[in-house]
C-alpha cells in the first residue's frame, strides 16, 4: 500500500474509531471513502484493523438518545463530561489513591472513565433525580465496580478505608443541593470534587456555590478538598454570574490551560472550560 493511501486509512480508521466505537452520531462520517477504501486491494486490512478496535479500557454506558427525557437532562452525556473525562486522563495523578465526590453525576460517564484509568481510592457518584439514579447505578454494574452499600456515613465504612488495588470502592449517593448540610459531606472526606456541565440556570449556579461552601468546611489533614468544574460556555453571562457568585463566597478560582480534544468525538464546535476552585 502506497504511503498516501496508508495515511487514508488511518485517518479513516481514527475517525471510525472515534465515533462509532464511541456510541456518537455519524452524520459527519466519510461513509463514501470508507466504502471505495475497503472495495479496493486494501479493504480486507482495514476491515479487520476495525473489527480488532477497540484495545484497552472502555466505558460501557446505557443513556437516554432524548436530551430531555423522564423530567431531567440527566440522562445523556454532555460535552463538558467528555472535555472532562479527557482532562482526567492527561492528569491521571489528581485522582490516584484519592476518594472523589463528583456532583450531578448523571449517567456516570467522567467518573466511569476515572475509575477504570486513574485509580482513585473511593469514588462517589452523586445525583438528585431518582431516574437518573437508577441508571447511574445500573451503569457502574454494567462496567463491572461493585457498588458500596449506602450508609450515612460512608468515611467510617470499612470499606471506604481499605485500598483495592484493582478497583475503587464505589457508592453512588442521592444528593440534593439545596438540602445537604456540611456535616453529611464531611462524611464523604473528599479529597478531590468534580462537575461537568451543570451551568445551565441561574438557580442551579446559586445552589452549586451553595453545597461549594459546604465542601469548604470539609476539613482533611487541614486541608479543603481540591475542587474542578467544567462546562460548555453556552451564554458568557451564566458563566459571569458563577464566577461572581464564587468570588462573593470567598471562592478562589484559576482557569486551567485548554488541552487537546483527542479521544472523544463533538458534535459541533463547543468551546469548553475548567475550572480549579480553591475551597
Excluded at 479513516?12 to 455519524?26: G, K, M, Q, V, Y
Excluded at 432524548?66 to 463538558?80: E, Q
Excluded at 489533614?221 to 457568585?245: K, S
Aim: charged residues 20%; negative net charge; hydrophobic residues 40%.
Amino acid at each position: 500500500m502506497a504511503p498516501e493511501e496508508n495515511g487514508e486509512a488511518a485517518r479513516l480508521l481514527r475517525s471510525f474509531e472515534r465515533r462509532f466505537l464511541a456510541a456518537r452520531a455519524l452524520r459527519s462520517f466519510p461513509w463514501q471513502s470508507l466504502e471505495e477504501k475497503l472495495r479496493d486491494s486494501s479493504g480486507s486490512e482495514l476491515l479487520l484493523n476495525i473489527l480488532q478496535k477497540p484495545s484497552g479500557d472502555s466505558v460501557t454506558l446505557s443513556e437516554s438518545t432524548a436530551i430531555v427525557s423522564h423530567g431531567t437532562t440527566g440522562l445523556v452525556t454532555w460535552n463538558a463530561a467528555l472535555y472532562l473525562a479527557e482532562w482526567a486522563l492527561e492528569n491521571p495523578a489528581a485522582f490516584t489513591h484519592r476518594t472523589v465526590l463528583e456532583l450531578g453525576s448523571g449517567v456516570g460517564l467522567t467518573g466511569l472513565a476515572i475509575c477504570k484509568t486513574c485509580r482513585p481510592r473511593a469514588y462517589i457518584f452523586s445525583d438528585c433525580h431518582s431516574r437518573v439514579l437508577e441508571q447511574l447505578q445500573g451503569n457502574v454494574l454494567l462496567n463491572g465496580l461493585s457498588l458500596e452499600p449506602s450508609v450515612t456515613a460512608p468515611a467510617q465504612h470499612p470499606a471506604f478505608k481499605t485500598p483495592d488495588t484493582e478497583n475503587p470502592r464505589v457508592m453512588v449517593a442521592r444528593l440534593d443541593w439545596d438540602v445537604v448540610t456540611a456535616p453529611q459531606l464531611a462524611a464523604f472526606w473528599p479529597d478531590i470534587v468534580i462537575a461537568a456541565d451543570v451551568l445551565y440556570c441561574p438557580e442551579t449556579i446559586l445552589s452549586l456555590v451553595g453545597v461549594l461552601q459546604k465542601l469548604s468546611a470539609c476539613q482533611k489533614d487541614q486541608q479543603a478538598p481540591d475542587a474542578y468544574v467544567a462546562f460548555t460556555i453556552r451564554n458568557p453571562e451564566t458563566c459571569q454570574l458563577f464566577t461572581t457568585e464564587l468570588g462573593r463566597a470567598g471562592i478562589l478560582w484559576e482557569e486551567l490551560p485548554r488541552h487537546d480534544q483527542k479521544l472523544f468525538p463533538y458534535e459541533e464546535h463547543s468551546e469548553m472550560a475548567i475550572l480549579k476552585l480553591t475551597l
